[in-house]
């Protein structure tokens, strides 16, 4: 079994630049996953030029390059809990930048030169309780009728057409969402944005920033020889989700990482799968611990995902809590080899809400995917690009939204395994109740 992504197989992460070239810097982005990529395409689209985008790692080689790949768009909350959180204007806005998200990035992906497997099958939610079914049938109501089209409401006995698996009380499909290789989809936009004169440096660490009438001087180290550079920029920006370091204590202070785990199997006999998660949708559920799975974009493999563990666990103890789940969802599946296992980080917010704006610094940021980003990122990282470019009218939805902060707690989140032990709970007695 291979601990690296089964996504690299086909797209593994390209190095980027390495002499940083410090002259012609005007903008800063640190992070190249879609987010920091998403706002340099954005900003160049816009003319502006001396646009610089470096990673610690290689291009991509955080959460991009290692999620499911599912696409869809949603918030993890109500708009009634929107509200209370952010009064009735502020949360209509959110929720307008959520709904937003999914035809962003499908509009951004239709501009890029390479394939990025894009297939919008379809996507499955299975409801964990009956209570939970009773949710899915309320949010479908309470949708536009031209909205509603796009969503389909099985019953118990009717959930096995979508997946067959009898651990669900029911389902919906949401007929709007699908699929991407999200290792392509982040080259593609490392190359859109390399063709309008992007330039991408990796294995530089940004260390920090100071203030200066014009703009930034940022800190960056060369990760491998420790070397430093001073790079001045007029503008900067932090799309570290999931990786943000002592480096960024404003944002280490509001955000929660997650490591999020996957597998992926062997090649299982096509007609196998196509009984199993026919038509290769994506499928996810209602629990606190969510597992989430899909097949491989050629429909021979299962990609199996979730919060395995709630302590930082080795490639192969999160494997084993997947394993164990996978079978326990589909028995047909007991026995048979993984070929692949990793994890990546995500990032929550305590609202379970995405931000993005401008520290206290004048530093701007787009921070916590909240577990699911692939088009919430690639439209927010062209948000608060625009915003940058100061444009009228941008200052609203998510960008500039109240960003809470835990009181004592400096971004090494201690209390997960407890909240898992809690959230496990919680799921195992809602399923003893129902
Ligand atoms: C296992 C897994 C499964 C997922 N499944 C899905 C899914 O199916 N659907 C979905 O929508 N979302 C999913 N997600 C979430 C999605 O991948 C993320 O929301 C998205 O990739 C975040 O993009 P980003 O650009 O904000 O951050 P990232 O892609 O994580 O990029 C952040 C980058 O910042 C760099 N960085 C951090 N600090 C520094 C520093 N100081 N100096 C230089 N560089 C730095 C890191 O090296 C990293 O490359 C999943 C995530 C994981 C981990």
Redesign the pocket.
Known sequence: MKTTPFWWEAAEPQHGERGIDTGDCRILI???????LSAAITLAEAGETGIMV????RI?????S???????NGAKFTPAQATARFGEKRAREIMEDYAASMPFMLGRAATLADPIDLDLCGSVVGAHTRKDMAKLHELRDRLAPEDRKNYEILDEGQVRRAVKTGIYRGAMIRHDQGSIH?AKYVRALANRARALGVRIFTG????GARRIAEGHVARLVDVQEGASADVRAERMLL???????P??PWLRRRTIPVQ???IATEEMPFDLLERLIPGNRMVGDTKHVLY?YRRSPDGKRILF?GRARFRNSTEEQGAAGLRRFMEHTFPETRGVALSHAW????CFALDFCSHAGRMDDGIYY?SC?N???????THLGHRIAEHMLGRPGTDRGVIGSHFPKLPFYNGTPWFLPMVGTWYRFLDRSARWFD
């Open positions: 640190v992070g190249s996953g879609y987010t920091g470096i990673d610690a790692m991509g080689e955080g959460a991009s290692r999620n499911g790949g599912q696409i869809g999200p530089w660490r940004f260390s799309g570290v989700n999931g990786y943000a370091g480096e960024v999020s785990y996957m989430y995902g994890h990546g980080n995500v787009v995917c577990g699911g980003g692939i088009s919430n990122q």
